[in-house]
Structures are given as structure tokens and as C-alpha cells.
């Protein structure tokens, strides 16, 4: 049953009604600004995850991590065992994650930027820092590195929020912000 | 080619719709929408398990059970519940909707016994326990070899599928079975379709090196290579289901309202942006991952200038503004919201339909676009807020809309009544509300900072090792909340499939003159269903003033969160 002659039987070839542009033109002008906004946080944003990252071998990324630890551990967090370090401001800090477990605990100067590189000894792990929430993918045999300030003091958690075996919900690691 | 006669033989004309009934696809449609259901309630029992162990004051499961159960749940609901009922809509949308005959049935059994199969292996090897690596068994995390095999198995039989659909457009357009551009539904479907062939090439493509990896015969897979394809996989089978799921709108208004779209060519244009721009969607899992650079996480993340997010927002309005117009056309023309308030929301089709329209654009849509900003993801990723938006995609969305259209095809196709109708009146509501209330409270207890996939909200067993931590008390009511949203889902879930299974076991069969006495299609619904054309003149105050409205919610929330994220450590 034909309704419209055959050459308006192409979809194509529709009439567009002007709700469905205005509706159109809405959404497109807001998806440029959805893009740019990303862009534009680059620039004039303080929260951009950093490019920069090496592949490195787990055991190298563990030298280099006790060689920090060695340096600058100023005493142990509670019986966990876990040394934790006090790096110098502006310094190199690792942070590896192995099942199931972040090692070692930090203790960083609100205010002061730190480099903070992560890697994993075995399977991918997710860092979480709490409360603050951020959220961070950490792999084998990649190196993230980025510049860490932290605003607020207090103990922050590192949960592991990505499932890596049975033990998963024990891995949680600790950051501690002083004045 | 077989004489006209056994063509003729091969059909029955549907007393409700009209249209010719091809019977080998018929009976295709019903074995893959049967299994469908038996997987949806596996799954869902599992989800069920999986709300309840995080449910502080009840963590029902064990630790390693609900390891094992959370990977099980994945599988079961959103690869097997969804993929088999996808092959009845491709069925449905080809044979039925154009009126030809299916091309090859004899390998869509093929193909259905693939599916089942690989559906079951894959099942066998999470419940042996040695495959707790969850749905995205991301490595060097290794799973059993037949794990992979089973969800390979299962991927080619759904390619298979995929292609008699593509042999049946072939079909009908040179036996001419239909006039001009194909159905709307039917483009809907197509587009589906084309999605899954590179989906199910993805898949393909990593998950045969992983499972020869596992078997030992490959040395290293790279797990950000692994991640880039594995969600080329992983989140283009959401754009399945999206078109699917659209399709399934478009399909539930034009047969219960006599509903078309309000212009062929906006409602294709978006279904075609989803096919155009969405190849990198696996760019939003790896927003916070090292070693990719932000220019191709912004741009990919994006869909290439949110243009496929466009497309589903013209939908937004084209499928209400549909159901507006006929509804108009119909009489019922009483102020902004006269039609939506006369809409058969008594019929359990339309209320699902409907409101996964409502629940997949307020909550699925505007939190999978906040998610998938690069930088806001930070303050989400593998939080909870993750599940809380894909349940409100891919449960109040698709499988929502997926239970509204199986009140349809169970008395069009099983030709049985629908038992406990008073029930099913009821069904959608309740299932809707519980997995509205689960997206809520999952992406509220995200927000917190909430851990995804974890056993120990309280990280008890953290601290007799050393190192504990614990969230906001606002957290666990929120974990709370979501275990009883759960309970209610589960209830309205159950319910769907025993109305269902008793329908199409027990039911009382479906009479040929049951069309006049019990109407279940609309005046004209089995015409526009099946055939091209666009509404005709407009009014649309309702259906603009809904869309004002869900543009001013997304708004307010995208910048809200941006106000979230300038709060957290400076990071650069």
C-alpha cells in the first residue's frame, strides 16, 4: 500500500520537521562543548592524568622501590610490617602493587608536589586513593608516572579496586598527608 | 528454488497482525527466546547472590563464591541472556517484519546449537572454580582454556546468526516482499547486526591468542593491548544492544499505537551515527590507564565529537514524540501530557517500553557520558558507579524493553496467552523500580569512592593483616539500599519469567478470533510495524518539554561533577 509516490520512498529523501532540528542543532552544539570542555580542562584544569609512562620489568620497578624505600623509611606502620617513607618533596616516589599488597606506605607534605610512579609485580591492580577518590589503572610491566599535590592532610587508603584473586578485598595500602 | 506451494506450505498468516509468518523462523525465534529467558534467570539469580554478599549487614556469599558467582552473573545476563534474545530480534525483524522466508534456517540451528554449547562450557568452566577472572578476564589473570572456548563458541554462533540475517534482507529484497527503504524496526536491527560483526571480530581476535596463551602455547599477551581490543569487544556489544533495544521501542509503539516515526530520515540518521562513530568505544575503559595518550583518549572517548551520543539523544526525542503524535492522531489531544496520560500503561509492552525509554536516557544515558569524560573518570573508574550506569543501560534499558516486546511475541509467535495478567500489569514496575533503585544507590555509593568487584566493604580481613580503611557511613546505607532495589528487581525479575515460562508451557493456546475478542495489537499496528513512512504534520508540546527536561538534568549533572573533580589532590 503505497502512501507516497516511489521517489519519496527513499529515507534519505525525508522532510525534516523543525523540532527534530531544533533538537538537533541542541545536541550537537552541547556534544562540541562536552569535547571541548576535556580540552579546555587541560589547560585551565588542575586534575589531568599525566602521559607520561616507560615499560619497565617488574623486577627493575621493585629495585628501584626498595632503593627508595632504603633511603628515606623513617619506621613501620603499625604491625603490618609495611615500612613507610618519607620522601623529600618534589623527589621520585614508587608505589608498587603485588597481590596482595601496596608497598610501601607514603608519608607526603600537604602542599608539595611529589612524582609518584606506579607499577604492578604480577596481575593489574587498581588504585584507589580514599577518601579523595581517585582512580588509577595499574599494569605489569608498565610505569605510570605522575605528579601528586595533595591538598588536605590526613590517612589515606589505597584500595585495590581492580579483582585480582582471592585476596583482593585484603590489599590496601596507606598514604599519609602532614602538614 | 521449491514451487509456490511449498513456499505457501512453509507460512501461516498471523491472525492479529496480518502479516505472513515464515515457520522455520518462527520456531528459531522460539528456541532462542526460550534459552534467553533460562539464562536471564540463572543470571539474575546470581546478581541476586552478588547484591546480597555486598549488603553489609547480610554478605551472604563467601569470599571466593562470590568471586566465582559475580563472573558467572557477567556471562549469564550480558552476553547469554542478552545475545539469544538479540538472535529472535534479528529473526523476527527480517523474516516477519519484511514477510519473506528466513534465509538457511537449517544453519540457524546450527548456529543456535553453537551458541548453546558454548554457552554452557563456558558455564561448566566458572562453576569448576578455576575461572574467577569475572566477565572481562582481563590477563595475565588466566582462566581455563574452555572458559575462552566457551564464549568463542558461543561469539561464532551469534555471527552466524548475524549473517542469515544479512542472507534474509538479501532474500526479500530480490524476491521483492517489500516496497521502497525496509522498516524502520528492521534498519534498527541492521544496524544492530553490522555492530556485532565487528564486535564478534574483536572478540575473535583476542580471545583465540588468549586461550592458546592459557593453554600454554603463547608466551605473553600485553595487557593494555589486550584491554584496547578486548572492549572493542566488550563495550560494541552495548551498542548492540542500544540499536537493538531502540528498535525494540520503535517496534512495541507502532504495534500496540500504530506509531511511526516522526521522520524516517532523523530516526535512520541516528541509528547510522551509532554504525559511524562508535569503533573506539573500548577508548572509555582505558581512561586512567598508562601509556595512551590524551589526545586519543579524548577523541575516541567521544565517539569522535560525541556524534553517537547525539544519536541516541535524537531518539530520545523521536521515540517519544512517536509515541505522542499517534497517540494525538488517535484523539486523545488534551493539553501538554493528555496522551501520555491516556497511554496504555496497563498494557505490561508499553510500561516496559516506556519506561526503559525513561530509565536508560535520565540514568544510563547522562552517567555512561559523565563517566566517559577523560578526566572525570578518574574520580569513577572501577568504582561502583561503573555497574550502577550499566545496570541502568543494559537491565532498566535493554532488558527491560527485551521483556516489554516478549509480551508480544509470546501471544503473536507461541500463539498462547499471557497467564496471571493482573501480574504481568504489574511485572515492569516492579522490575523497573528495583534496578532504577540499584543504578541509584550503586552509582551514589560510587561517588563515595566505593569499590567495584569487592568482597569486603569493611576490609575486616585488611586489618587483621595491618591496614585497614573504611568508607563514609553514607556508603553502606547506600550498599544497603541497593541489596533491597535488588530484592525488588529480583522479585519482578522472577515474576517475568515464571509468567512467562507458564504462558508458553501452560498456557491456554491463542485463538484465531482471539484478535477481536482480546485485542492485543493496535488498529493499524501490524501495518506500521511492518512497512516505511514518516508521521505527517507535528504538535509535540509533551514529548519537547520532556526533552527540555532531560537536557536541563544532564546539564546541571555534567558540571556538577566537573565540581567533584576540582576538589580531589591536583594531579598533572
Known sequence: ?179 | MADSTAVSANFRTCPDTGLPVHLPAQNLIKANAVFAVVFLLIGGIQGLMVALTRWPAVQLLPDDWFYLVLTGHGLNVLLFWIIFFEVAVLYFASAILLKCRLATPKLGWVAFALMLVGAILANIAVMQGDSTVMFTSYVPMRAEPHFYLGIILFAVGALIACFIFFGTLVIAKDEKTYEGSIPLVTFGAMTAAIIAVFTIASGAIILIPTMLWSMGLIGDIDPIMYKVIWWAMGHSSQQINVSAHVAVWYCIAAMLLGAKPLSEKVSRLAFLMYILFLQLASAHHLLVEPGISSEWKIFNTSYALYLAVVGSMIHGLSVPGAVEAAQRRRGFTQGYFGWLRKAPWGNPAFAAMFTSLVYFGFLGGISGVVMGTEQLNLIMHNTLYVPGHFHATVVAGTTLAFMGITYLVVPLIFRKEIRFPTLAKWQPYLFGVGVAGISVFMMGAGTLGVSRRHWDSYFTDAAEMGLSFSYPDTAFLMMSLNGLSAILAALGGGLFCVIIVASVFFGKKREDNAAETNPIIGIGGGEAVSSYGSEGTLKLPGTMTLVAIFFTAFFLYYWVNWKYLSEVWPLS
Open chain 1, 1 to 179: 500500500m503505497a502512501i507516497f509516490p516511489p521517489e519519496d520512498r527513499l529515507w534519505w529523501k525525508q522532510p525534516l520537521h523543525w523540532q527534530e532540528l531544533t533538537w538537533l542543532a541542541v545536541c550537537l552544539v552541547w556534544a562540541l562543548t562536552m569535547f571541548f570542555t576535556m580540552i579546555v580542562w587541560h589547560s585551565i584544569g588542575d586534575q589531568n592524568l599525566s602521559n607520561e609512562a616507560y615499560q619497565i620489568s617488574p623486577d627493575k620497578f621493585a629495585e628501584r622501590t626498595e632503593a627508595m624505600v632504603e633511603k628515606y623509611q623513617v619506621r613501620e606502620e603499625g604491625d603490618s610490617g609495611i615500612p613507610v617513607v618519607r620522601p623529600p618533596a618534589e623527589s621520585e616516589v614508587y608505589m608498587l602493587a603485588r597481590t596482595y599488597q601496596w608497598w610501601p606506605v607514603l608519608e607526603l607534605e600537604k602542599g608539595k608536589s611529589y612524582r609518584l610512579h606506579l607499577s604492578s609485580m604480577d596481575l593489574q591492580h587498581g588504585f584507589s586513593l580514599q577518601p579523595t577518590n581517585i582512580n588509577v589503572q595499574v599494569h605489569p610491566g608498565y610505569e605510570l608516572v605522575m605528579t601528586v599535590t595533595p591538598n588536605e592532610t590526613g590517612e589515606f587508603g589505597v584500595i585495590c579496586n581492580e579483582f585480582c584473586g582471592i585476596g583482593h578485598h585484603t590489599m590496601v595500602g596507606r598514604i599519609h598527608v602532614v602538614e
